[in-house]
Nanobody
Framework: QVQLVESGGGLVQAGGSLRLSCAAS????????MGWFRQAPMKEREFVAA?????????YTDSSVKGRFTISRDNAKTTVYLQMTSLKPEDTAVYYC???????????????WGQGTQVTVSS
């Protein structure tokens, strides 16, 4: 299991940007697919983005975030990022970092989760 700690959430106005970070413990970070999920009030948690162990392959949820959000990772720093731009009030949610062993993301379940970081976008 890998331990995950998110940071970077906060309150931002619509149209603004935030970068979330997720620091992972362990020395085998590159052997994990990393993902970001979010859960809005009264809604189920949903997939946002995932990145392969090498960082060469990424996947995003539907067009609601594609083009606005970018997932990346720095294996030397054992950290994964989610750069969010052109934020909208509907992006308001708790954002969770997650990890699962593997090379590529193909829809598999994630086995390790962070505690979440709140992102609030005001209109």
């Amino acid at each position: 299991q890998v331990q995950l700690v998110e940071s970077g959430g906060g309150l931002v106005q619509a149209g603004g940007s935030l970068r979330l970070s997720c620091a992972a413990s362990g020395r085998t970070f590159s052997s994990y697919v990393m993902g970001w999920f979010r859960q809005a009030p009264m809604k189920e948690r949903e997939f946002v983005a995932a990145i392969s162990g090498s960082g060469g392959s990424t996947r995003y949820t539907d067009s609601s975030v594609k083009g606005r959000f970018t997932i990346s990772r720095d294996n030397a720093k054992t950290t994964v990022y989610l750069q969010m731009t052109s934020l909208k009030p509907e992006d308001t949610a708790v954002y969770y970092c997650a990890a699962t062993r593997g090379i590529y993301y193909y829809g598999q379940n994630f086995t390790s989760w962070g505690q979440g970081t709140q992102v609030t976008v005001s209109s």
